[in-house]
């Protein structure tokens, strides 16, 4: 519980940073839980609810000073499309799945900060997360258009999303259009525009951020007066009636159909959640020379999630909007979001009855503005420029998201990030090298200008050995040996190879074996310890043909010192050479 250990040294300026950061991220959480909420299908207060309880138990078990943890556009999308799916035949209730996935996250999450395996969401590399987080922004700024328009729309997938928009383009309702382009660009205005020109009027850098932060709340406000001005509440679509009071605490109703159905999407939301969460955490804790623990944060995030089942919320994460604004407000410590979550819950039991003719289009609108800074599409581009396969990894998990949906997306995601990864280390750098003159530095042959002996053959591996790539050194060697007939030693430089598995242990025996009969030495350069005691331990150092050199130039200086002997450094090049028994 690391609320154990700064709360030992919590003081009066720390409440005070901590309680001015839970203002701001109050102001802006308001229209963002009631949003979010909408987003996932759900009534506008449970995400309220999601966003108070959450941020209680991540403060007692997290490790991020600044992270601010809620509902989010991604999950929110994602636990829509888990729920949606289920719910089609009106068999089970939707808030229920809603709580039940928040649960089942929360225990999955939990249980991977207890056993240590954080690593597990190491399996989704980052461009790939950036694809899919690219899609789904897509399809949330898609989906709000019809609360834009006043009218139905629905669907997992862009098409249908489009199709449905399209299929109801003659029922617009004006009033919602209306409301709606003049919320998007009012709050694309106060994004962009009003802070500078508050800076403009004298006001203080840090005050004009904070201000237009406010934007959403301040949409919220007018649009509410407008709408009772005007006498507009029966002509266009409004949040209606939100209870009013803090949530009720009881466990989800544990039925295993329902676990069964939900546990997958459970374990898709908890490692997207935990991979956007650390993320956010770590660009944060690195801004002030800290550092986050990921395994604990697993369980921050667990226990986040579990506090939100047992009140009546949904899965939530780290966000990224309103933990980067927690942190410009100067939030000290993670009693910054116990605060928060005291302000949500003034704001639910005081002035939740003043929501009540809040336009859903003004909703949708903040949004749409939201997720807009998901949609960066600058990493294809960067990405095509630096390497061809992650821009199709990218590529193909931004179509299969948008065309599928966001389940089918993760899956690909995963799938492309460990056939990429199979694929990278399937095909190795493998070079051979040359000594540079006057020196003891070998480098690829191709590149340099280097000095080679015909009686040795010398490469350098850069990649572990294991069973995708083992056949191919294999089939390298001999394929050069067929080239040059003269070549008496192959030397492996091991200084890239940190691992060497069964599969390639079993493929430098049998090269072994091959080389002696061949009368070739079969030698090993640089080779890290924990190597060499497996090594040892399979007892293949024991049957092998050559030596292991403490370092390349000390083997290649005593096979062949005619070639490469070099007075100066000779006697201590000497020294390299041992049996593979001493170390």
């Given amino acids: 519980m690391p609320i154990l250990g700064w709360g030992k040294t919590y003081s009066l300026p720390h409440f005070y940073q901590d309680m001015s950061a839970a203002v701001i991220v109050t102001i802006m959480l308001i229209p963002q839980s009631l949003a979010y909420a909408l987003?996932?299908?759900l009534p506008p207060e449970i995400g309220l609810y999601a966003s108070m309880m959450p941020l209680v138990a991540y403060m007692i078990f997290g490790t991020s000073n600044t992270l601010a943890v809620g509902p989010v556009a991604v999950i929110s999308l994602m636990t829509a499309s888990a729920i949606g799916k289920l719910t089609l035949t009106g068999e089970v209730d939707y808030l229920s799945a809603a709580v039940m996935l928040a649960l089942l996250s929360g225990i999955m999450l939990l249980l991977l900060g207890i056993f240590r395996l954080g690593f597990l969401a190491n399996f989704l590399s980052h461009p790939v997360i950036s694809g899919f987080i690219i899609a789904a922004g897509l399809l949330i700024a898609t989906s709000q258009f019809g609360h834009i328009l006043g009218i139905a729309a629905s669907g997992q997938t862009l098409p249908i999303l489009l199709m449905s928009l399209f299929g109801g383009i003659n029922d617009v309702n004006s009033v919602a259009l209306i409301i709606g382009i003049t919320s998007l660009i009012f709050l694309v205005y106060v994004r962009i525009g009003l802070k500078p020109l508050l800076e403009a009027c004298g006001l203080s850098s840090g005050l004009a951020a904070n201000i237009s932060r406010a934007g959403p709340l301040l949409a919220v406000f007018m649009s509410i007066s407008a709408v009772q001005f005007f006498s507009l509440g029966d002509k266009v679509a409004v949040v209606g009636s939100i209870p009013q009071g803090l949530p009720s605490f009881a466990l989800p109703d544990l039925s295993l159909d329902m676990i069964e159905a939900l546990?997958?999407?459970?374990?898709?939301?908890?490692?997207?959640?935990?991979?956007?969460s650390v993320s956010v955490g770590q660009t944060l804790a690195a801004r002030k020379n800290e550092r986050i623990d990921s395994n604990q944060e697993l369980i921050g995030l667990g226990a986040a999630n579990i506090a939100a089942s047992v009140s009546g919320g949904y899965p939530v994460t780290g966000g990224f909007a309103r933990s980067v604004v927690n942190f410009d407000a100067g939030a000290a410590t993670p009693a910054a979001g116990g605060f928060t979550a005291v302000g949500i819950g003034i704001a639910t039991l005081a002035f939740t009855p003043y929501l009540y003719f809040l336009p859903k289009a003004v909703l949708a609108a903040t949004i749409i503005i939201a997720v807009l800074s998901l949609i960066d599409l600058s990493v294809l581009k960067n990405s095509w420029f630096y390497s061809k396969s992650d821009f199709f990894a990218i590529?193909?998990?931004?179509?299969?998201?948008l065309f599928m949906g966001v389940e089918f997306g993760v899956i690909f995601g995963v799938t492309a990030s460990i056939a990429l990864y199979l694929y990278q280390t399937s095909q190795p750098h493998i070079a051979e090298i040359g000594l540079v003159p006057e020196t003891q530095h070998f480098?690829?042959?191709?590149?340099?200008?280097?000095?080679?002996?015909?009686?040795?053959?010398?490469?350098?591996?850069d990649e572990n050995l294991y069973f995708a790539n083992a056949e191919l050194i294999d089939k390298m060697i001999k394929e050069r040996l067929e080239k040059s007939p003269d070549i008496r030693h192959v030397v492996l430089n091991c200084t890239s190879?940190?691992?060497?598995?069964?599969?390639?242990?079993?493929?430098?025996?049998?090269?072994?074996?091959?080389?002696?009969?061949r009368s070739i030495g079969l030698h090993f350069s640089e080779l890290k310890g924990p190597v060499e005691d497996r090594l040892l331990k399979a007892k293949f150092l024991e049957h092998l043909s050559g030596q292991v050199f403490l370092h390349h130039y000390g083997a290649v200086s005593q096979l062949d010192p005619?070639?490469?002997?070099?007075?100066?450094?000779?006697?201590?090049?000497?020294?390299s050479a041992h049996d593979g028994s001493h170390i």
């Fill in 497 to 517: 190879i940190s691992l060497i598995d069964a599969s390639a242990l079993e493929v430098l025996e049998n090269l072994n074996k091959f080389l002696m009969s």
């Fill in 443 to 461: 480098r690829n042959i191709l590149r340099h200008n280097v000095i080679t002996s015909p009686l040795i053959l010398s490469l350098r591996v």
């Fill in 263 to 276: 546990w997958l999407p459970a374990f898709f939301i908890s490692i997207i959640g935990f991979v956007e």
């Fill in 562 to 575: 005619k070639t490469y002997m070099n007075p100066s450094v000779l006697a201590e090049a000497d020294q």
């Fill in 39 to 41: 987003l996932a299908g």
């Fill in 395 to 401: 590529f193909g998990t931004i179509i299969v998201t």
